[in-house]
């Protein structure tokens, strides 16, 4: 049993959710956790994320706009660009309402590994990705 145990631990990923939206977030952590062996973390600004990177997430679920009461605040593709300079191998899947293809061909030009709009099937998009990466 406790090598059973170990074992899960180990394939367990760790999951990084950065977005402002406190109902989207909460929701999504608790679909993560039911659906995917997983340590998840919430954090609400892209400072936030960079400051916790040396815990290595094995993914980094990313809003492409996030709001900050500092105007000069990084947004989403700053905070990707940061990621990919600190921890290349972390993947990245970008979150955002925007429906534009210019914006998600920016976003994998970046280094984001996908992009997933917000709806009503984006959390099982999400998890289908998580599952899928080794």
Not at 2 to 28: C, E, G, N, W, Y
Not at 45 to 54: A, K, N, R, V, Y
Not at 60 to 78: E, R, T, W
Not at 82 to 90: E, G, M, Q, R
């Amino acid at each position: 049993m406790l090598t059973l145990r170990k074992k899960q631990m180990d394939q367990a990923k760790k999951i990084f959710i950065v977005d402002d939206d406190l109902d989207l977030t909460d929701s999504l952590k608790n679909r993560l956790l039911k659906e995917v062996s997983s340590d998840v973390q919430i954090f609400y600004t892209g400072e936030e994320c960079i400051t916790h990177l040396e815990e290595s997430p094995d993914v980094i679920i990313l809003a492409y706009f996030l709001n900050s009461v500092h105007k000069d605040a990084a947004n989403g593709m700053d905070i990707l660009q940061i990621i990919k300079k600190l921890k290349p191998a972390t993947h990245v899947i970008m979150l955002s309402s925007q429906e534009h293809y210019g914006i998600a061909l920016k976003t994998i030009i970046n280094g984001a590994d996908q992009y997933v709009m917000k709806g009503e099937d984006a959390f099982d998009q999400i998890i289908g990705m998580i599952n899928s990466m080794e």
